[in-house]
């Protein structure tokens, strides 16, 4: 007993009552996942082991996500070698061409992912399932060739660090701020190697698409994986989603935790993280005025429909300033489809932004919104490492959806109440 | 396995962008994955990087994103090992998977200077630093993943116990 929800998904996957924190156990894996810029390196060592087939074809997945529409010719020979390996290996669920979405807001939209199961992704952020209450880590590619070979990968189980938060979120504060706020309270390695749990009355309020942003980004902790007990907001969300059987846990009440983070937040303001680190989050009001040349409101942390409907309400009727690049990326086609039917888009167009396809994008450098030596850029996304967005001398602020749409009106900076 | 080489000395928190930077994941290649190794954080690592070399850096070392084109790009422009205080844990699996050694040893990493000339002792867990005439000592990896290093990596590994 006293097993935290890690724990109880981690024994329930190795055919164990029960496991301690520190224990190597070899757990069978549901979902494992690749894109377009792991998967090849994952094909390659795959054919090295020289098994004809992957394990299970339902339960591979690889998004073409990253580089794509292909940004040159490298990563069009990149996405081909992928594409034939996904039709040579019969992949149910291959996301290519049309079907592309932002992955880690693609598989919980397509009921890809769910709640009790053990997730692999050959990408940093795929600790964002844990909103679902799965069991969810970024690997490698050599990991996650093994797991297509194995159907199961070797973990230690982590100790836990239990993150309480409570009270009433003040207006224009979401569940980016609460996690820019964390990191910036515990540092980028605060968490390294341990399972992040988040609870609390606040987290038991908190929105699915919020909650997916905060797991989104344990891994900017360091954190192993970012979970969330699976509740109502759960299997209300799930319900016309998921395809699988939803294996509900969560942890006992006496569960031993490494440590416990209480977080009021009822007096937290929107968080700025500055450059170069997540780590050095600060309330709005100490970074106002910063002027800025780029606003990128996307990514698998905030490209969700919601995000795109806080941005539409603070950019309704306004403009963004001349000086200003706004780009925009819904994460996944069918987001893009709403956002077109409920007059986002419209709004995003009209203000001066610019919509586009479903894409990791500028957020790793890769295109569509790279940025010169000097430049400086508010992005919804998860890192603000040095070069992140291009040139090693540019500069990325990370906020919340709403703080970059007003941020875009202002050319600077700005608290959305100012606009 | 022994080591011998030059320290090249980075900061805490060094993250895989800086490793590899994401303009150059278009490719699968070692090697020229190896040439544009450290360019988001040393532009003249490639002018003074020699085969041997060991990286030594402070806590965190390979933070953020999962790509494992950053320990292969080490791997390929010839470093032998790299010691941190500690390691962000993608990277540790990503390293051992590879067959790139990895040594946890915050003292090493507090002690070593840029241009000290260092010697490795898998094996006995000890790295000695001949410049500066001291030694320290780290732990073994559990027996697990000390086979997966000795196999030559995860791949090796499989196919051996494969084969078994």
Known sequence: MRQTITQKILAKHSGKKEVQAGEFIDANVDIALGNDITSPLAIKQFREIGQPKVFDRNKVVIVQDHFTPNKDIKSAEQCKFVREFAHEQKLKNFFDCGSVGIEHVLLPEQGIVGPGQVVIGADSHTCTYGALGAFSTGVGSTDLAAVWSRGKIWLKVPESIKFVYKGRRKKWVYGKDLILYTIGKIGVDGANYKSMEFTGDTIETLPMPERLTMANMAIEAGGKNGIVEPDGITLKYIKSRFRGKPELYRSDTDALYSDVVEIDVSRMDPQVSLPHLPENSKPVSEVKNTHIDQVVIGSCTNGHLEDLEIAARVLKGRKVHPYVRLLIFPATPAIYLQAVKKGYVEIFIKAGGIVNPPTCGPCLGGHLGILTKGEKCIATTNRNFVGRMGDLESEVYLSNPAVAAASAIKGKISYPEEV | ?164
């Open chain 2, 1 to 164: 396995m022994k080591f011998k080489g030059k320290a090249i000395k980075y900061r805490n928190n060094v993250n895989t962008d800086e490793i590899i930077p994401a303009k150059f994941l278009n490719t699968r290649d070692d090697s020229e994955l190896g040439r544009h190794c450290m360019e988001g954080l040393d532009l003249g690592f490639a002018e003074k990087v020699r085969k041997g070399d060991i990286v030594v850096a402070g806590r965190n070392f390979g933070c953020g994103s999962s790509r494992e084109h950053a320990p292969v790009s080490i791997k390929a422009a010839g470093i032998s090992c790299v010691i941190a205080g500690s390691f962000a844990r993608i990277f540790f699996r990503n390293a051992i998977n590879i067959g790139l050694p990895i040594i946890e040893s915050e003292k090493a990493a507090k002690s070593i200077c840029d241009g000290d000339e260092i010697e490795v002792d898998l094996q006995n867990g000890s790295i000695k630093n001949i410049t500066k005439n001291e030694d320290y000592n780290f732990f073994a990896f559990p027996d697990f993943l000390q086979k997966i290093i000795d196999s030559g990596g995860l791949i090796p590994f499989l196919k051996h116990s494969k084969n078994a």
